[in-house]
T-cell receptor, first 113, second 111 residues
Framework: DADVTQTPRNRITKTGKRIMLECSQT?????MYWYRQDPGLGLRLIYY???????NKGEISDGYSVSRQAQAKFSLSLESAIPNQTALYFC????????????FGPGTRLTVL | QKEVEQDPGPLSVPEGAIVSLNCTYS??????FMWYRQYSRKGPELLMYTYSSGNKEDGRFTAQVDKSSKYISLFIRDSQPSDSATYLC???????????FGPGTRLSVLP
């Protein structure tokens, strides 16, 4: 079984809809991250969480919110999706003692029409 | 100017070739440098990690960091078709925090 899972893997939605992307991990890591990947722009950090009670904005948090429901679960919400949020979204985890290594999930391809 | 620049490719090489992948950056405070490999429809996976300037070797892979030139490289020796992927550089000022990624270079190794 994969250590970092993301659901859904693909989603097509319409402008204005609320969308939630979910991430679960079985690695026992404290730290979790949400990134989006766009062609030519690489990975950009949206939000990160160093433990259940800690939430931090990343480079591009506008239009997004997150919830750390448990150590193993970190969800990303788009309150009112817009077309320029069409991208590949990745969840990642890292361990407190070895945070140079991030383990990525398989990604969620989101299309906003 | 982007904080981290990387030639997007695609780069095509014959099997067995030596491959050089490069990133330049503008923030002199970056101290931690990483290379990730991303296969199609997969998440990135860490290949190499280096701290400050210098070289690091792991099998067919060598990572080089030149902080004075703000330039990092990944060399792949005896490249294989299984090396075909997108390679992302990443860097940060502080250990384990605020990684900044390059846009990635797509590499194809032809049999």
């Amino acid at each position: 079984d994969a250590d970092v899972t993301q659901t859904p893997r693909n989603r097509i939605t319409k402008t204005g809809k609320r969308i939630m992307l979910e991430c679960s991990q079985t690695k026992g890591h404290d730290r979790m991250y949400w990134y989006r990947q766009d062609p030519g722009l690489g990975l950009r950090l949206i939000y990160y969480s160093f433990d259940v009670k800690d939430i931090n904005k990343g480079e591009i948090s506008d239009g997004y919110s997150v919830s750390r429901q448990a150590q193993a679960k970190f969800s990303l919400s788009l309150e009112s999706a817009i077309p320029n949020q069409t991208a590949l979204y990745f969840c990642a985890t890292s361990d407190r003692g070895s945070t140079d290594t991030q383990y990525f999930g398989p990604g969620t391809r989101l299309t906003v029409l | 100017q982007k904080e981290v620049e990387q030639d997007p490719g695609p780069l095509s090489v014959p099997e067995g070739a030596i491959v050089s992948l490069n990133c330049t950056y503008s923030n002199s405070a970056f101290q931690y440098f990483m290379w990730y490999r991303q296969y199609s429809r997969k998440g990135p996976e860490l290949l190499m990690y280096t701290y400050s300037s210098g070289n690091k070797e792991d099998g067919r892979f060598t990572a080089q960091v030149d902080k004075s030139s703000k330039y990092i490289s990944l060399f792949i020796r005896d490249s294989q078709p299984s090396d075909s992927a997108t390679y992302l550089c990443a860097m940060s000022e502080n250990y384990g925090q605020n990684f900044v990624f390059g846009p990635g270079t797509r590499l194809s190794v032809l049999p």
